[in-house]
């Protein structure tokens, strides 16, 4: 297993999830639950950011590996699904959110895994509409978790929920897409 700075970020961005579940699990009088909010708000976009430098980084130092593209896709969706999770049980998310949301992850991880069997991973490559995506749920999520009001026309929670539906709207759709992409390949491997 290769240990670089990019993968180093990968890694720390996994351990920061039980740091934002379990800032939920302290005691009342340890946290209020606004503090709760807010440093699970700042864990998750120190984590999001880790995203973005450790592919910085690797590219430009030349660090790509075949673990760390493993890697990296795990971390941010363990971190999704964790948060989800959260924000499920504090009832600023709607449980088909969380499961078409977490259900699409899944459905194209087994995907993208049988179609590199068949020598097709290509044809599910990430897109331009799977970033999208994976950008909507990536500022919906930080906005459900901080739930304040920031200007009178700016609350969080009111925000975050609309652009958590545009994220499992366009989580449904690159789900299709990936799918209707594999259709070939899938029909061709029939047995």
Known sequence: MPLNFPIL??????LAIPFVVGVYSFPDD???LEE???IATALFVLAALTDWLDGYFA???????????FLDPVADKLMVCATLLIL???GRVDSWVALIIVGREITI????EWMAELGARGNVAVNWLGKIKTIAQMVALPMLL???QLFPWFNTLQWGTWLVWVATLLTLWSMFYYLKQALPTIRKHQH
């Open 88 to 90: 499920l049980k504090l």
């Open 9 to 14: 970020l990968t890694w720390l961005r996994i």
């Open 30 to 32: 340890w946290l209020t």
């Open 146 to 148: 901080a739930d304040v």
């Open 36 to 38: 709760r909010n807010w």
């Open 59 to 69: 590219r430009r130092w030349n660090q790509t590996s075949a673990f760390g593209a």
């Open 109 to 112: 991880s087994a995907l993208r």
